[in-house]
């Protein structure tokens, strides 16, 4: 009964306010479906993003082997200056580089912690390297450095294992954060073929809804017609509809009745009556 009741209510309804339905079903299904796309998209974006981020750590844990590899095994063997340039160029870049390393992996604390020890290891070769330099200026005996170049060792190897820790972990971190990133895009290609398909059935819907009612009157009218054209003699003008779309009110109480109290072919008499917008033979 209440289905029935809403069918009455939607085919009672003015023509204006079933316009604004129709045109509202297919907006409401594409803002629905802007608002899915928008949220894949986004969160493809932050995806790409934490790759992207990863990718630099890797850059940046590379560039501070580089510096960590310069050494001064070339002045200790040979005396000479000019093998200083590397040692001096990395002595002034490497702080400034553990620094950016500290920065971009700042919302890792484990990473942190690696970082914190291999620092500690750069201060400590640092100053190793700086007793190798002081020796070798002072002329001192080649025997005496052994003891240097032996800690200058332990501590490279422990410095470049920190940092071999740090983009170890970063590996695990890239393929985990490419694979949600390609699972990202797969929920954004998903959302773009949602968003058709939720277009394309709130227009169906839209177009069906708006129809049913057309339908129906004109099922209506073309009943009407067959009745009139038996031989119904209507004592009013059948019901007409304002320019909103609802009945006119004037026209009320019974209209078309039979003639001799039977309808064509046999049928028994009905009569019509529009005391309600949506009365039916």
Known sequence: MSRRLRGRTWADLPLRAKGLVVVAIPLLALLLATVLFGVALAQDQRAQDAVLHTVEVERQIAHVRIQVQAGVTGYVLTGERRYLTSYE??????PLAVDQLGGLVSDNPAQLD????????????????????????????????????DQNKETGDALVAQLQA???????LLSGRQAQARRTRTLAIGAIGLSVLLGIAGGVAAVLLFTSGVTRRAARLEENAERLAGGCRCSRPLPTAT??????????????CSANGSGPCGRPRRCWSTSSPGARW
């Open 243 to 256: 320019p909103s779309g609802s009945w006119d009110a004037a026209s009320t109480g019974p209209r078309c």
């Open 166 to 172: 740090m983009q170890d972990s970063e590996q695990l």
């Open 114 to 149: 690696r970082l914190e020890r291999a620092r500690a290891l750069v201060d400590q070769r640092a100053g190793i390297l700086e007793a190798l330099v002081a020796n070798v200026r002072a002329e001192r005996a080649a025997a005496s450095r052994a003891g240097l170049l």
């Open 89 to 94: 160029a990395a002595r002034r870049e490497l």
